[in-house]
């Protein structure tokens, strides 16, 4: 049994909010959104394994959690914009070579150090250092 997605869970939700049955059991649910009784058992069983066992089992008192579980969902979809990137980023380095000597290294000693972990702005600085040298190679032949 996989994750129940957040698009079958608003169908979901929104079944049960618009029903004006006073209990919405599994088969009058499977009726209005045209799945079979099984798979929304199956797929609300996370919430309460007695779905599967209980032909009578009222889902509208489902409709809390259905709206906390969407709402977190909803959360972890969310994304940080990309941090930006500005020349004046790319100015404090000559090209690749620079830049590997600078962040990558021990101290004056020249000696990489593998475990560095470069951050996300790091790596798009990287990016568009490789992206300039490769540019310039391509201009040159």
């Not at 088969?27 to 058992?41: D, F, H, M």
């Not at 990558?104 to 798009?124: D, H, Y």
Request: charged share 40%.
């Amino acid at each position: 049994m996989g994750k129940l997605l957040i698009t079958k869970a608003r169908r979901y939700l929104a079944a049960l909010k618009r029903s004006k049955n006073k209990f919405e059991t599994r088969e009058t649910l499977a009726k209005e959104l045209g799945y079979y009784p099984e798979v929304i058992a199956d797929d609300l069983a996370q919430f309460d394994p007695m779905i599967r066992l209980d032909y009578e089992y009222d889902l509208k008192t489902l409709i809390p959690v259905l709206e906390q579980y969407v709402d977190d969902l909803a959360a972890q979809r969310k994304k940080e914009a990309p941090p930006s990137i500005r020349k004046k980023d790319t100015d404090k380095y000559d090209g690749v070579g620079d830049f590997v000597y600078k962040e990558m290294t021990i101290g004056a000693s020249g000696l990489i150090n593998r475990n560095v972990e470069l951050s996300e702005k790091q790596l798009r600085i990287l990016r568009r250092l490789i992206n300039a040298e490769l540019k310039q190679r391509k201009e040159e032949d």
